[in-house]
Nanobody, 124 residues
Framework: VQLQASGGGWVQTGGSLRLSCAASGNIYRIIVMGWYRQFPGHQRELVAVITTAGGTNYADSVKGRFTISRDNAKNTVELLMNSLEPEDTAVYYC???????????????????WGKGTLVTVSS
């Protein structure tokens, strides 16, 4: 499974960016798609995730500013980031949790995949 992310860049405080990620390869069923971010010297942290049914979960710090969406038919996920702040500056990673085949689905086993990070820089 390959994850191709795009959309990072530089923006001024209050601006907007949209991150996109497309999953491809041998995927039986994607369960959750989402975005995480990592600040220098810190562990990766959840930004937002979305299930196949459209259920979402956001980090408190981005609620009301970021919106995650997903196209199940295309295996893509987007993150619309509005009202960006310098504190949002980080490397953002696309994440997918999936069943690789029918057996793993029946067994309840999942696999986690990460895309290459994309840098988001918000200047004050």
């Amino acid at each position: 499974v390959q994850l191709q992310a795009s959309g990072g860049g530089w923006v001024q405080t209050g601006g907007s960016l949209r991150l996109s990620c497309a999953a491809s390869g041998n995927i039986y069923r994607i369960i959750v798609m989402g975005w995480y971010r990592q600040f220098p010297g810190h562990q990766r942290e959840l930004v937002a995730v979305i299930t196949t049914a459209g259920g979402t979960n956001y980090a408190d710090s981005v609620k009301g500013r970021f919106t995650i969406s997903r196209d199940n038919a295309k295996n893509t996920v987007e993150l619309l980031m509005n009202s960006l702040e310098p504190e949002d500056t980080a490397v953002y990673y696309c994440n997918v949790v999936a069943n690789v085949d029918l057996k793993s689905r029946k067994d309840g086993r999942t696999s986690t995949y990460w895309g290459k990070g994309t840098l988001v820089t918000v200047s004050s």
